[in-house]
């Protein structure tokens, strides 16, 4: 027996793109927009896929005094489930806890939502001929310690059974949900683990898969790339066939742009070559490599990109830019007023200046500096896998990754590749 559903989690609804006040008209409606195109576009594909059933795994809505605009609008949608005979099982977040919950419309009754007191099982479709069961629950408030998963407990796994948490996977953590990824992927009786909170997509695969869905429109320059959902198809053997499904309409991206060539130096030059980057951007989706997930080709396509512009190399350009204070916000306004009005627009949230002066040739300062010459000895040492390596296990206990967006902290300086 096999059940086939949308996942979703982190809809966020009531913020906004994270946009300065001042943007361009040309591209108003469609940041305002976004993450409301985004979330309809996810109703859209339970419709038009037939899905069984949609899960949402918290934070439904961007705070507990939930806005009229999201509340009317996540009815619409839910309405539109219905009309199709489609249930939704919704878990709510640290965003949307349901002790201190707003709400201005009630949601329809194909809407089945999680308790916040204690865990609780739904059947689909019904209680006298299962086909699945979903196990979750709501928060109570905004910092949740409570594990929750130890009484996800389904009575067999004759049908698919699926756990539904807004989680960090953090045991050590005190305010989403502690538990060990290792944990769920031990609870033999949940064949897939349908999770929210984080932001961006992941997957864990395992025997039971532990799956974030992330964002389905990035908000802040954060949460970069395509977000959306996934389709699932699950069989009481626990063997998924996951398809994530982009639906963002505008792409926040980090672009980092070379303009240490001797004939970039003025603000036009510095315009153009910004100008041949953009027709290079593009929505990878490398974070499923390495995984069984398969990506659908975006069917809606991307309406504009929010830009973070890095300037980086050495030359002429880095007089002109660390000389005149304005020279950035010069080079912004251009790039704001001239590219916004392309299709997709480009929107430019902030540019950086990482440049600097002309370089002499290398061998000139190895020559003329000891103090040069052992500094790039020192370096050299570690130009290779094998350094790397023993430099990761000196210090990266010092500077470990953090995966929670919500738990990072100024003074923290993740190890990275880069």
Not at 96 to 103: E, I, K, N, W, Y
Not at 115 to 134: K, V
Not at 144 to 165: C, K
Not at 310 to 330: F, K, R, V, Y
Request: aromatic share 8%.
């Amino acid at each position: 027996m096999s059940v086939r559903f949308l996942q979703a989690a982190d809809f966020h609804l009531g913020s906004q793109l994270s946009t300065i006040a001042d943007r361009g008209s040309t591209v108003e409606d469609p940041l305002e927009s976004a993450l409301y195109t985004s979330v309809e576009r996810l109703f859209d594909v339970a419709i038009s896929e037939a899905v069984d059933f949609m899960i949402v795994a918290g934070d439904l809505y961007d705070q507990d005094s939930r806005s009229v605009t999201a509340n009317l609008f996540l009815q619409e949608q839910f309405e539109r489930l219905a009309e199709e005979g489609i249930p939704a099982y919704v878990a709510y977040g640290n965003h949307d806890p349901v002790g201190s919950a707003t709400t201005y419309v009630d949601l329809p009754d194909n809407v089945n939502e999680f308790d916040h007191e204690d865990p609780e099982e739904f059947l689909y479709p019904d209680a006298g001929s299962p086909e699945a069961r979903i196990w979750g629950q709501s928060y109570r408030d905004r910092s949740e310690s409570r594990s929750m998963y130890r009484q996800f407990t389904p009575a067999d796994d004759r049908i698919p059974n699926i756990g539904v948490l807004h989680t960090s996977l953090d045991p050590e953590g005190r305010l989403y949900v502690p538990v060990a990824r290792s944990k769920l992927e031990s609870k033999d009786a949940i064949q897939y683990w349908a999770l929210g909170h984080v932001h961006d997509a992941r997957i864990f695969e395992s025997e039971q898969p532990v799956a974030y869905p992330g964002v389905p429109q990035g908000r802040d320059i954060g949460e970069l790339g395509l977000g959306g959902g996934y389709l699932v198809e699950l069989d009481d053997g626990g063997s998924p066939d996951i398809e994530f499904i982009p639906t963002s309409p505008v792409v926040w991206q980090t672009v980092t742009v070379d303009v240490g060539d001797e004939g970039v130096s003025s603000i036009p030059d510095l315009k153009r070559r910004l100008e041949h980057v953009i027709d290079d951007l593009s929505t990878p989706m490398d974070r499923f490599d390495g995984t069984s997930v398969s990506i659908r080709d975006p069917e809606w396509g991307v309406d504009g990109f929010v830009c973070r512009w890095t300037l980086t190399g050495n030359g002429p350009a880095h007089e002109t830019l660390s000389q005149d204070d304005e020279a950035i916000q010069e080079l912004t306004r251009r790039a704001r007023e001239q590219f916004s009005s392309r299709q997709p627009f480009v929107w430019t949230e902030a540019i950086r200046d990482e440049t600097g002066p002309p370089v002499p040739p290398i061998d000139e300062l190895r020559d003329s500096d000891r103090v040069i010459e052992e500094f790039l000895s020192v370096s050299e040492e570690f130009d290779g896998e094998a350094s790397r390596a023993v430099f990761r296990e000196t210090v990266g206990e010092a500077w470990e990754p953090v995966d929670d967006h919500e738990e990072i902290r100024a003074d923290e300086l993740p190890l990275t590749e880069e």
